[in-house]
């Protein structure tokens, strides 16, 4: 058996699970009345949007360059596979080259075709 009571407001029949306090605290309001007082709890929510994927940005190489002509160095944020293609800051000409380190100097002398040796080219020493 459900028990109904009469809004205080709008003198309608309600069911207990319906009821809520009115503002003031003195009775009991049904659910509909109690939006209306107070329509900031209840106010429409909109439904949410999704914000895009920020598109990310392959972070910028530091490259150490030099000047062939003033021999000042410096460094460069340079985008994976770019060049420097500007002046010294120093001097203002155009002589600018990336500063290799020895293991890349080794590993690009090592691969020129000049310098590999084949079976054929190896002297056995044994006669």
Avoid at 16 to 43: E, F, M, N, R, T
Avoid at 91 to 106: F, G, Q
């Amino acid at each position: 058996m459900e028990y109904t009571v009469i809004c205080k407001s709008c003198n309608n029949r309600v069911s207990i699970g319906d009821l809520k306090a009115d503002k003031s605290g003195s009775g009991w309001i049904c659910l509909d009345c109690y939006k209306g007082q107070h329509p900031q709890v209840y106010k429409q929510q909109k439904p949410l949007r999704l914000r895009p994927e920020p598109v990310v940005q392959p972070k910028p190489q530091k490259v150490k360059y030099y000047c062939t002509d003033c021999g000042y160095k410096f460094y460069k944020d340079i985008n994976v596979g770019q060049k420097y293609k500007s002046k010294c800051p120093y001097c203002n000409l155009y002589t600018i080259r990336p500063e290799k380190d020895a293991d890349t100097i080794l590993r690009e002398t090592i691969g020129e075709s000049s310098l590999r040796f084949t079976r054929t080219d190896i002297i056995d020493d044994d006669d």
